[in-house]
């Protein structure tokens, strides 16, 4: 099934340089690490750029930025997908110098999922940037696995693609 899914994500997917790709639909976790050419600075000021997440990424409608400092920054990130409207409150950890960003749910405000937390890591490489992102979601309620794994797989691929622009 990981194999069928695997080939499956790889023909759908447009970014250069896949280097790893995995789903761990137990634990609800995901990896996806690739290669693009683009500079690491411009690829990090995309990332950074959060108002634009919307245009950016297909399941999100509207993002609020209700807390910003130099290194933090708290948004409220509407999705829609799948049928359903969510909001969840995520707090942006920025560390510029090593070019890594994590984020968590804001704890002090109602969110829709239990979990929601991942990072992006940043690496120069000769070619431009090799781009490592994970992310963790869990529901506060029971949803049917299908719905789980397709909100991590899918989300995991339109969170990343629109980086190779």
Known sequence: M?????ITLLINVSYAKIIELSLDDKN????IVFDINRDIDLVMKDI?????????IEDVKKLTIYESSRN???A???????????????????????????????????????VMQGSWKLK??????RVYY????EFKTWVPGFFESYLLKK???KSTQWLDK
């Open 134 to 137: 994970k992310n963790h979601l």
């Open 155 to 157: 989300g995991i691929l």
């Open 28 to 31: 609800k976790t995901g990896l």
């Open 72 to 74: 933090k920054i708290k």
């Open 48 to 56: 950074l750029n959060l108002e634009a997440y919307p245009q950016n």
């Open 2 to 6: 990981k194999f069928l899914l695997l």
């Open 76 to 114: 409220q990130i509407h999705i829609s997908t799948f049928f359903i409207d969510f909001d969840n409150n995520v707090i942006h950890d920025i560390d510029k110098k090593n070019y890594t960003i994590t984020w968590h749910l804001d704890g002090s405000k109602k969110n829709y999922f239990l």
């Open 124 to 129: 120069k490489i000769k070619e431009g940037t």
